[in-house]
């Protein structure tokens, strides 16, 4: 909730608050995912790397302006995703 008040109050009129927002939304998701019980430990870590990589490299974009870190964003996603499909078919889904 921290880094969402931020960008509304720090980062208004920023063109790139969209890009802090969403960086914000998966960190927060993603966050409270990490607090669910029974979720497989490689759920964990890949939710782990995967919120540093997306959510970090977008702030990093919108913090120092350095678009070169959207290339790390994707791989971020990547991590998010496989987190998702691992708890999924580790739980039978």
Same mark, same amino acid.
């Given at each position: 909730?921290?880094?969402?008040?931020?960008?509304?109050?720090?980062?208004?009129?920023?063109?790139?608050?969209?890009?802090?927002?969403?960086?914000? @939304? &998966?960190? #927060? $998701?993603?966050?409270? +995912?990490?607090? *669910?019980?029974?979720?497989? %430990?490689?759920?964990?870590?890949?939710?782990?790397?995967?919120?540093?990589?997306?959510?970090?490299? @977008? &702030?990093? #974009? $919108?913090?120092?302006? +350095?678009?070169? *870190?959207?290339?790390?964003? %994707?791989?971020?996603?990547?991590?998010?995703?496989?987190?998702?499909?691992?708890?999924?078919?580790?739980?039978?889904?």
């Amino acid at each position: 909730m921290g880094a969402g008040a931020f960008g509304a109050h720090a980062l208004a009129g920023n063109p790139r608050l969209d890009v802090w927002k969403t960086a914000a @939304l &998966y960190h #927060l $998701v993603h966050a409270v +995912a990490l607090l *669910l019980p029974g979720l497989p %430990p490689p759920t964990r870590g890949l939710h782990l790397a995967g919120v540093l990589l997306f959510s970090g490299s @977008l &702030y990093g #974009l $919108v913090l120092l302006d +350095a678009p070169w *870190l959207g290339m790390i964003t %994707p791989f971020g996603g990547v991590c998010l995703i496989l987190g998702w499909l691992w708890a999924a078919f580790r739980n039978g889904a």
